[in-house]
């Protein structure tokens, strides 16, 4: 199993461009979520998501959309890049919910200037 | 509200010393889990405690939730250099829809 799988692994972005942040797992989890972690600071969920087809806001979902369409894939889109976006992104994933172990991919490092 | 504090934010030691980091609610905890990641890395799970007093061991860490679920510890015993990294502790919120991390405890082990 590849676990969870983002790409790309970094990119950089001008102010009001948009662009995709990609998230895989092969594990049939039915869980997926996005976290932003800033310089020196914990991670705040963005949005996540318990299944195909639903999808809810986390603690800082402004400025991001998601789909879930499949079980393996939870795209993060960000339609206009703003400088306080500047971040390193991760993808989660699990069986049972947030009272259970999470399998983190190896994140997006995101630079908008 | 709910305030959780982890401390110490840095903590540098020498190798062979022990390590402590906490985590201290002023309001009572559902669950902790304890994650680490090393520089330039993802976080990786170590354990969740549930239980008021639970203890578990992992090799040389040692994870404590407090009597009152308000406080929870990640104890490193004879630190080595693969230790190095920043530990997280976080929290179920909200009615459980949301775990909350803490800023996390930098260690860096010296030779």
């Known amino acids: 199993n590849a676990g969870v799988t983002q790409t790309p692994k970094f990119r950089i972005l001008k102010i009001g461009q948009s662009m995709t942040l990609q998230c895989t797992q092969d594990?049939?989890?039915?869980?997926m979520y996005w976290y932003r972690q800033d310089p020196g600071m914990g991670l705040k969920l963005i949005y996540y998501?318990?299944?195909?087809?639903?999808?809810d806001k986390g603690e800082v979902p402004n400025g991001y959309n998601v789909s879930r369409s499949t079980t393996e894939d939870f795209p993060l889109r960000l339609e206009l890049a703003a400088p306080s976006q500047t971040s390193v992104y991760f993808c989660?994933?699990?069986?049972?919910?947030?009272?259970?172990?999470?399998?983190f991919g190896p994140g997006t490092r995101l630079t908008v200037t | 509200g709910q305030q959780v504090m982890q401390i110490p934010q840095y903590q540098h030691v020498q190798e062979g010393e022990d390590f402590t980091t906490y985590c201290n609610s002023s309001t009572t905890l559902s669950n902790i889990q304890w994650y680490k990641q090393r520089p330039g890395g993802h976080p990786v799970f170590l354990i969740q405690?549930?239980?008021?007093?639970e203890v578990k061991k992992q090799k040389r860490l040692t994870f404590q939730f407090g009597e009152a679920k308000k406080n929870s510890s990640l104890h490193i015993t004879a630190t080595q250099t693969t230790d190095v990294g920043t530990y997280f502790c976080g929290w179920l919120t909200g009615g459980g829809n949301k775990l909350t991390f803490g800023t996390g405890t930098q260690l860096k082990v010296e030779l």
């Open positions: 989660a994933s699990n069986l049972e919910g947030l009272a259970a172990e999470q399998y």
């Open positions: 998501s318990v299944g195909a087809g639903i999808t």
């Open positions: 405690l549930v239980k008021s007093g």
């Open positions: 594990m049939n989890h039915n869980y």
